[in-house]
């Protein structure tokens, strides 16, 4: 059983060598037809951060006794749409960001065009590691894994968050449209990291929507306490520019509820997980730790 962070954070530095090492080496066996565009991918994937959604697919197959190397591709496909998703968002016609994890964004360390094409080939990149042919999962398990990253990538997740966070930019939004928006636009993601590696250990339907539950609430925590650390914190400690959103004329949490009000509701979203969590007849110690950790953060 984890005990306290401390051993959470071993264990998430265990997970992040397993990532950073298994994407290093997709990388690295790109051919070099293209070092600019291969660099620039690498750029985008390599950078480091929180590997929040590989350390779901790796702490849920722990839980359901996957063996982790079932799963390495699983973790690589989901953290290559979200790198993709991060260099597209800083793009000049999107956020406009400079900073991106402590260091230059995409855009300005290569150039408008690289980073549109990495982008690109990062998310191509993503479903052909799921559908390899030297997988040790069966076709059937395969393809619904591509349905699930497809499903949280696109319309319906997190592109389509993304759509309606740029309509609502200069604009009022309620708490439920706001909700709306995070759930798909940063939750889905997280929601499918855990899905996929249910569905890698085939667990039962009913479960499974217990665990989805679950990592609703995280998701949707997880955006709360960005919006929160946004106000509170620092550029050097964010990675990124420190009051973005509010340059942005945003809406957010801490606008919403104001910031007591909005660490409430991060609270209020920490229990109904760890709720759904506890119901499930499994050592959940890995994703109850990290949940805690997803609303004590500081970056």
Not at 68 to 78: N, S
Not at 222 to 227: A, E, G, I, L
């Amino acid at each position: 059983m984890i005990a306290d962070f401390a051993d959470l954070a071993e264990i998430q530095r265990h997970y992040q060598q397993r990532i950073n090492q298994y994407l290093s080496q997709v990388i690295d066996q790109l051919p070099a037809q293209d070092t600019k565009l291969k660099a620039a991918m690498g750029h985008g994937l390599l950078l480091g951060g929180k590997r929040a959604r590989p350390f779901l697919v790796y702490a849920t197959a722990h839980m359901l006794n996957v063996p982790l190397d079932h799963v390495d591709p699983v973790a690589a496909a989901i953290e290559c749409v979200h790198a993709y998703s991060l260099i597209h968002d800083d793009l000049p016609a999107m956020d406009d960001d400079e900073l991106r994890r402590g260091q230059p964004t995409c855009h300005v360390a290569f150039d408008e065009a690289t980073a549109v094409l990495a982008g690109d080939a990062l998310q191509t990149l993503a479903f052909e590691l799921l559908s390899r042919a030297d997988s040790p999962l069966t076709a059937a398990i395969q393809i619904r894994l591509i349905q699930s990253l497809s499903r949280a990538s696109g319309y319906l997740g997190m592109c389509g968050g993304q759509g309606m966070d740029l309509a609502a930019t200069d604009q009022p939004v309620t708490l439920e449209r706001l909700e709306q928006i995070h759930t798909a636009k940063t939750g889905a993601l997280l929601r499918c990291a855990v899905e996929m590696a249910a569905i890698v250990g085939q667990l039962p339907q009913q479960q499974t929507e217990l665990l989805l539950q679950f990592a609703s609430d995280i998701g949707l925590a997880f955006q709360v306490q960005d919006d929160i650390l946004d106000v509170t914190s620092d550029t050097e400690t964010l990675g990124k520019p420190q009051g973005s959103d509010q340059a942005a004329n945003k809406s957010t949490y801490p606008a919403l509820l104001g910031l007591s009000g909005a660490r409430q509701k991060a609270d209020s979203l920490l229990q109904s997980a760890l709720h759904a969590l506890q119901t499930l007849p499994y050592n959940s110690a890995q994703l109850e730790a990290f949940a805690r950790y997803i609303v004590s953060r500081d970056h």
